[in-house]
């Protein structure tokens, strides 16, 4: 299925933007205190996971020199904080996705930029002449000039945010008063120079966390969206739950985000590369005591911390909640380990508990 979106200029009072696309809203609870939450998505389906989209210039519509060093630009910055595997753009000259420039641009009345998507076939993209005359003014992009001047859009940001339409993301839902503007680059209005948010060349936190959960993580140890609020499952094991006096057992912990379906791809997710600690208490105490942080295993998403005992124990892991990432914390299970005693004759008393040697 095919949708295009049509950019439009910053105005007081704003129009609704066109999409020949059903929109279909993220089931998360809202990551943060600053935004309602990821970016909603496009229909049409989604990229394979890492595909490579090629893009060249559209003939008799090929952008200005300055045009073309802020759309290879664009490219880079969303391969480079996509933080996902999304796909990835590249200019190549024999590219089957054409971007366009100048008077052919099918954008609308009001749009800076336009773009089509076919996933996991391709794409298009459109931007606007310098000089168009709009309604409510005439289009400045900030590379036609040495300095550029307020007012201006930075081509690099727009060519952006029409990147990040094409993997799928639809405009974030911003507060009434615009305060999470930040928290993406793919919105329904972008801004001009010199109001905060108009030269964005990343992905913001919440464009991030929809690529994240459509897409999939980088590796087991790449950090999770702020704009996420994933809930983590933590069990602990111990090999073997019975040794002698003295003898040493291993205790495992397997850290996964909770495998729910509004997770998406993430759901199930091994993570790797965290602190989780090990504590432990003698069997009817209440306090538990810190025994250290527990190293990475040989598994993704496992911890292990090997423990040599004289009397029973019983462990448990603690995964604390990050403030860097979009992940919550957990607590495993209490795991009871066993030392082995023998039934001893001798000595004054008579019958005794003694070690087994």
């Not at 168009?132 to 400045?140: A, P, S, Y």
């Not at 991030?208 to 140890?221: E, N, W």
């Not at 990050?322 to 914390?329: A, Q, R, S, T, W």
């Not at 030392?339 to 004759?345: H, L, Q, S």
Request: proline letters at 5%; glycine letters at 10%.
């Amino acid at each position: 299925m095919t949708t295009v979106r049509r950019s439009h200029a910053s105005r007081p009072v704003r129009r609704l933007t066109s999409l020949v696309a059903a929109l279909a809203l993220v089931p998360l609870t809202v990551g943060g205190a600053t935004a309602h939450g990821p970016d909603p998505m496009l229909g049409g389906g989604l990229f394979a996971q890492n595909q490579d989209l090629r893009f060249r210039w559209r003939a008799g519509s090929e952008p200005t020199a300055a045009i073309k060093t802020a759309i290879k630009a664009a490219a880079a910055d969303a391969n480079a904080t996509r933080a996902s595997k999304a796909a990835t753009f590249a200019y190549d000259a024999a590219g089957s996705n054409p971007i366009g420039y100048g008077l052919g641009a099918t954008c609308g009345v009001n749009g800076i930029a336009c773009f089509t998507r076919s996933a996991p076939t391709g794409f298009t993209m459109w931007l606007r002449e310098q000089g168009h005359v709009f309604d409510w003014g005439t289009l400045k992009w900030c590379q036609a000039y040495a300095t550029p001047p307020s007012g201006c859009y930075d081509a690099e940001t727009v060519a952006l945010d029409e990147f990040g339409h094409v993997e799928v993301l639809n405009h974030h839902d911003n507060y009434a008063d615009d305060s999470d503007y930040l928290d993406a680059v793919v919105q329904t209005y972008s801004r001009t120079k010199p109001s905060a948010g108009w030269n964005m060349h990343t992905f913001g936190r919440c464009d991030v966390a929809t690529l994240q959960l459509q897409y999939d993580m980088q590796t087991s140890i790449a950090k999770y969206s702020t704009c996420l609020d994933l809930a983590t499952v933590l069990t602990l094991s111990a090999s073997p739950v019975s040794i002698p006096f003295g003898g040493t057992t291993t205790l495992t912990a397997t850290l996964k985000v909770v495998d729910s379906d509004p997770y998406g791809r993430l759901g199930g997710n091994p993570v790797s590369g965290r602190v989780v600690t090990l504590q432990r208490r003698a069997p009817g105490a209440v306090t538990w005591i810190t025994v250290g942080t527990m190293p990475a295993g040989g598994i993704s998403g496992t911890y292990v911390l090997a423990q040599t005992l004289q009397s029973d124990m019983e462990y448990r892991a603690v995964f604390k909640t990050p403030l860097d990432e979009g992940i919550n914390g957990s607590t495993s299970a209490t795991v009871r380990v066993y030392v082995g005693y023998c039934t001893a004759v001798g000595g004054s008393s008579g019958v005794i508990d003694a070690p087994c040697i």
